[in-house]
């Protein structure tokens, strides 16, 4: 009898309410740190399910998966699914690519005084969402939900006033937060150049306060009435912790450039940026029932790994990760993790990535083997000869790992990766890398982020993450003794 294909769109559909509702639900937790950061990847990731199932359901000639196997992106989601709805639909669209601006440099926005401009735009977000469900899927989220007790739901919460200006004054504001600015500026000027009179966020009414009593606010915004209907936004930054250094060469600063001399570094860290990365890991605890699974997804994975020694350490989390990218995802970086783990989960690991069995997961488990030296290629000789005794064609990874095995390469990183001293690696050689523990790290945390922002790396970052932390699985003698105590054939199916 043959198989009934699984539900896809449904269970995309599912999936992306239960999302949903999960932002809703953290959005009005009493306290918690970073609300809107987490809730608009939650509110993204909903709606990357929600168009996909669109897509799926209704337009199959729209391919969904790459050649690589991995799935579309949310924008190109988001754009395929715009040119099938047409303008009804482009408000949706102008909201989305706000939110989806927001997150891709919210690590520059860890600015309190603009969560009212946030909270107004995932409102109307969630109120699109329910129209978008209901017109294309038939449900009604508003008859699903108690919207007496949220704060944000399908419908306004608030009352509207009669306009809010498109001109702003953003002269003292930061870059970050003047492009912000101006996208919503671009998004309505857009809408309203289509004569569309819906609008990118929720209309709220506006507390107006005396300027001159506001004293320590980093954002100020309000109506000027000396300018004609201008939005009026100014920022406040106070900068401190200057360490000067006794031994340093002297400095000269001047707004005449011939007069300069030395130089000064300088970076910014925002407060609390690093609590976004445990945050982030803190939210698919909530949001995975069995805490087992990553849900939420490879994107973000590669923003936790860029940022990785600031994960708070517990065995089960870092578990979690070395999973998620040796059994349940490909091409993730994840050396940092399982160099930290215990021997026995470390193995525990590897040893359920042999029993699955799958070639592009076998490549990891190989080039740890190659790295832990001629005790545990021993082993695995002996478990590749028993799992493929008899047979003529070997799967190819078995071919890969007798390579490695027979290369003559000495050092064990660039033998499992098939390298050279001069081989070029992100505009430097593999050899640099290696000599510069700290710059390959930092170059490692530089791509991932990158590969956040929608840059593909994948390749780089895999090269990267075993410069970085592949000495320490070199001859590592608790990982062969643990692995020797396993009866590895029994896997074998």
Same mark, same amino acid.
């Given at each position: 009898?043959?198989?009934?294909?699984?539900?896809?769109?449904?269970?995309?559909?599912?999936?992306?309410?239960?999302?949903?509702?999960?932002?809703?639900?953290?959005?009005?937790?009493?306290?918690?740190?970073?609300?809107?950061?987490?809730?608009?990847?939650?509110?993204?990731?909903?709606?990357?399910?929600?168009?996909?199932?669109?897509?799926?359901?209704?337009?199959?000639?729209?391919?969904?998966?790459?050649?690589?196997?991995?799935?579309?992106?949310?924008?190109?989601?988001? !754009? &395929?699914? =715009?040119? /099938? +709805?047409?303008?009804?639909?482009?408000?949706?669209? $102008? #909201?989305?690519? %706000?939110?989806?601006?927001?997150?891709?440099?919210?690590?520059?926005?860890?600015?309190?005084?603009?969560?009212?401009?946030?909270?107004?735009?995932?409102?109307?977000?969630?109120?699109?969402?329910?129209?978008?469900?209901?017109?294309?899927?038939?449900?009604?989220?508003?008859?699903?939900?108690?919207?007496?007790?949220?704060?944000?739901?399908?419908?306004?919460?608030?009352?509207?006033?009669?306009?809010?200006?498109?001109?702003?004054?953003?002269?003292?504001?930061?870059?970050?937060?003047?492009?912000?600015?101006?996208?919503?500026?671009?998004?309505?000027?857009?809408?309203?150049?289509?004569?569309?009179?819906?609008?990118?966020?929720?209309?709220?009414?506006?507390?107006?306060?005396?300027?001159?009593?506001?004293?320590?606010?980093?954002?100020?915004?309000?109506?000027? !009435? &000396?300018? =004609?209907? /201008? +939005?009026?936004?100014?920022?406040?930054?106070?900068? $401190? #912790?200057?360490? %000067?250094?006794?031994?340093?060469?002297?400095?000269?600063?001047?707004?005449?450039?011939?007069?300069?001399?030395?130089?000064?570094?300088?970076?910014?860290?925002?407060?609390?940026?690093?609590?976004?990365?445990?945050?982030?890991?803190?939210?698919?605890?909530?949001?995975?029932?069995?805490?087992?699974?990553?849900?939420?997804?490879?994107?973000?994975?590669?923003?936790?790994?860029?940022?990785?020694?600031?994960?708070?350490?517990?065995?089960?989390?870092?578990?979690?990760?070395?999973?998620?990218?040796?059994?349940?995802?490909?091409?993730?970086?994840?050396?940092?993790?399982?160099?930290?783990?215990?021997?026995?989960?470390?193995?525990?690991?590897?040893?359920?990535?042999?029993?699955?069995?799958?070639?592009?997961?076998?490549?990891?488990?190989?080039?740890?083997?190659?790295?832990?030296?001629?005790?545990?290629?021993?082993?695995?000789?002996?478990?590749?000869?028993?799992?493929?005794?008899?047979?003529?064609?070997?799967?190819?990874?078995?071919?890969?790992?007798?390579?490695?095995?027979?290369?003559?390469?000495?050092?064990?990183?660039?033998?499992?990766?098939?390298?050279?001293?001069?081989?070029?690696?992100?505009?430097?050689?593999?050899?640099?890398?290696?000599?510069?523990?700290?710059?390959?790290?930092?170059?490692?945390?530089?791509?991932?982020?990158?590969?956040?922002?929608?840059?593909?790396?994948?390749?780089?970052?895999?090269?990267?993450?075993?410069?970085?932390?592949?000495?320490?699985?070199?001859?590592?003698?608790?990982?062969?003794?643990?692995?020797?105590?396993?009866?590895?054939?029994?896997?074998?199916?």
């Amino acid at each position: 009898m043959k198989k009934r294909k699984p539900p896809i769109a449904k269970n995309l559909v599912k999936n992306s309410i239960s999302g949903m509702y999960s932002a809703i639900e953290i959005h009005n937790k009493p306290t918690f740190s970073y609300r809107y950061e987490v809730v608009v990847l939650l509110i993204l990731n909903s709606w990357e399910l929600a168009l996909k199932a669109y897509l799926y359901k209704f337009h199959k000639k729209i391919k969904l998966f790459n050649e690589d196997g991995t799935t579309k992106q949310f924008d190109n989601c988001l !754009n &395929s699914a =715009s040119q /099938q +709805l047409g303008k009804d639909f482009n408000p949706t669209v $102008e #909201n989305l690519k %706000i939110l989806y601006g927001y997150r891709n440099k919210v690590a520059h926005f860890f600015i309190k005084e603009l969560d009212p401009i946030i909270f107004a735009l995932i409102t109307k977000n969630i109120v699109f969402y329910s129209l978008f469900m209901k017109n294309q899927f038939k449900i009604d989220l508003s008859k699903q939900a108690d919207l007496i007790l949220l704060p944000i739901g399908f419908r306004k919460p608030v009352s509207p006033v009669d306009y809010i200006s498109n001109e702003s004054l953003l002269n003292n504001s930061t870059n970050e937060v003047v492009e912000f600015i101006k996208t919503i500026i671009d998004s309505t000027r857009k809408l309203n150049n289509e004569n569309i009179d819906d609008t990118v966020f929720i209309d709220f009414k506006m507390n107006l306060t005396n300027i001159n009593r506001l004293k320590n606010a980093d954002i100020i915004a309000g109506i000027d !009435n &000396s300018k =004609s209907n /201008q +939005l009026v936004i100014s920022t406040k930054k106070e900068f $401190e #912790n200057v360490i %000067i250094s006794k031994n340093s060469s002297s400095l000269t600063v001047s707004r005449n450039e011939s007069e300069t001399h030395g130089k000064a570094f300088y970076e910014e860290l925002q407060d609390g940026i690093f609590d976004e990365i445990n945050n982030i890991v803190d939210v698919n605890n909530i949001l995975s029932k069995d805490k087992s699974k990553f849900i939420l997804g490879d994107h973000l994975y590669f923003r936790i790994y860029s940022e990785r020694q600031h994960v708070k350490y517990t065995i089960e989390s870092f578990d979690l990760f070395t999973k998620t990218a040796l059994i349940q995802s490909n091409n993730l970086p994840f050396l940092y993790w399982f160099t930290k783990l215990p021997p026995k989960n470390a193995i525990d690991i590897l040893i359920e990535v042999c029993s699955d069995g799958k070639a592009q997961k076998m490549l990891n488990l190989i080039k740890i083997i190659i790295l832990l030296g001629e005790e545990a290629i021993t082993l695995f000789d002996d478990f590749f000869n028993f799992k493929f005794k008899g047979q003529s064609q070997k799967p190819n990874y078995f071919y890969t790992y007798s390579d490695m095995v027979k290369s003559k390469q000495s050092n064990p990183i660039f033998r499992c990766l098939k390298a050279t001293d001069n081989k070029a690696l992100c505009d430097k050689t593999y050899i640099d890398f290696f000599n510069d523990d700290r710059l390959a790290k930092k170059t490692l945390s530089n791509k991932c982020l990158l590969q956040f922002h929608g840059e593909k790396l994948n390749a780089a970052i895999r090269e990267l993450d075993y410069i970085s932390y592949g000495d320490l699985i070199i001859n590592n003698k608790n990982l062969i003794a643990e692995l020797k105590s396993r009866d590895i054939k029994s896997i074998i199916k």
